[in-house]
Every structure is written in C-alpha cells, then in structure tokens.
T-cell receptor
Framework: DQQVKQNSPSLSVQEGRISILNCDYT??????FLWYKKYPAEGPTFLISISSIKDKNEDGRFTVFLNKSAKHLSLHIVPSQPGDSAVYFC????????????FGDGTTLTVKP | DGGITQSPKYLFRKEGQNVTLSCEQN?????MYWYRQDPGQGLRLIYYSQIVNDFQKGDIAEGYSVSREKKESFPLTVTSAQKNPTAFYLC????????????FGSGTRLTVV
C-alpha cells in the first residue's frame, strides 16, 4: 500500500513556462509535506515544505499548494529553467512517526531550452 | 562546511559477504536515517535513529543492521541475509522534529557481483 503517490513518472516543459508536479497521499496522519530535488548519482536536496495548517507556501520560483480535503499537493515552478531538470520527490511526515518521511516514486522533470 | 559524508561512493560485494557503508555528519543533527533507492522507485526507509545508542527498524530492515555509538556516525551493514542488496543507499540527518527537511549524503551504490 503506497501511501505517497506521484502518478506522473515524467514531465517535459519548455523553458520559461510553468512546471506543475503532483502528489497524492492516503494517510490522514501526515501533517507535513516536503519536496526534494535529485540529480543522478547524488543525494536529494530539500526544496520546500508545507505544514498541514497552511494551503500554500512560496519560496522564490517554487510554490507548494496543499489541498487537505483531496489529500493532494502540487509543486509549481515558475519560470522553469533548464537547470531545474531533475527528479522531484514528494515526501510526507507526521508528528506521530518520529520524523520519518514516506517518499513517492518521483517525477522526472525535463526543461527544454 | 557542514554536511553528511557517505563512503565509499561505489561498493562491490560478493555473494555471502557482509559489507558496511559509512555515514558521518558534522551538522550536530540528532536524528539519522538510512534509505534505499531502487531504479524508478522512491526511497524506502531501512533504519533510523533519534539518539545515540538507540535505533528503530524502518519498512525494509530485514538483512540490514546499524549502530549509533556516536552522534556523528550511523554505519549500515548489509548482511548476507539481504537477498537483493544491489541498490543506491542514502544516509540522511535532521534536527529533531518533522518541520525540518533531511540533509542527505551523496549516496553509496552497492552492486553484488
């Protein structure tokens, strides 16, 4: 039973346009959500997070939206740049699970010049 | 610079051998984690530790062992009982509390030959 799902394995967008990466979760106990970016053969790097008490968090070109009723979150990147090409992982955590995060399978974003 | 160091970057293991992956952090983080990534999949939790001399099993702990004798170090041993050990192994750390994203190491790629 996969508790965090990223249903799109890949996404391709043109440079300068918006990238929207989606993530769904099933566990109602999750109350903190994070996005990571990963290049091949490297460890992921933390991008942005959102608490369940908010529905939006913004950091520069990156914005994460949370819809708790739908158990859905999305990461918007505007404008997209070729350097954004990477695998993006959605992760979820809860106050009752000792800081452990459950990860989705990732979405490979390709930004074309 | 503070960070997490994983070594070696590449490791080859013969059938029936135990191997130990090193993870050292100088971030003064309390919690440390080991994740495994298989191609096209997300990160799955092997073991985690919130304090020295204490650790808990994650979702896929069978065939693995860990120790946490020092705050800075959290080595992972892949034993011969692990039937499919070929994967990319990632160590992460975080201050206590779910509001912090993980800091990951650069990973160790383990291959059984």
């Amino acid at each position: 039973d996969q508790q965090v799902k990223q249903n799109s394995p890949s996404l391709s967008v043109q440079e300068g346009r918006i990238s929207i990466l989606n993530c769904d979760y099933t566990n109602s106990m999750f109350d903190y959500f994070l996005w990571y970016k990963k290049y091949p053969a490297e460890g992921p790097t933390f991008l942005i997070s959102i608490s369940s008490i908010k529905d939006k968090n913004e950091d520069g070109r990156f914005t994460v939206f949370l819809n708790k009723s739908a158990k859905h979150l999305s990461l918007h990147i505007v404008p997209s740049q070729p350097g954004d090409s990477a695998v993006y992982f959605c992760a979820a955590s809860g106050t009752t699970n000792a800081g452990k995060s459950t990860f989705g399978d990732g979405t490979t974003l390709t930004v074309k010049p | 610079d503070g960070g997490i160091t994983q070594s070696p970057k590449y490791l080859f293991r013969k059938e029936g051998q135990n191997v130990t992956l090193s993870c050292e952090q100088n971030l003064n983080h309390d919690a440390m984690y080991w994740y495994r990534q298989d191609p096209g999949q997300g990160l799955r939790l092997i073991y985690y530790s919130q304090i020295v001399n204490d650790f808990q099993k994650g979702d896929i702990a069978e065939g693995y062992s860990v120790s946490r004798e020092k705050k800075e170090s959290f080595p992972l041993t892949v034993t011969s009982a692990q039937k499919n050990p070929t994967a990319f192994y990632l160590c992460a750390s975080t201050p206590m509390g779910i509001a912090y994203g993980y800091t990951f190491g650069s990973g160790t790629r383990l291959t059984v030959v």
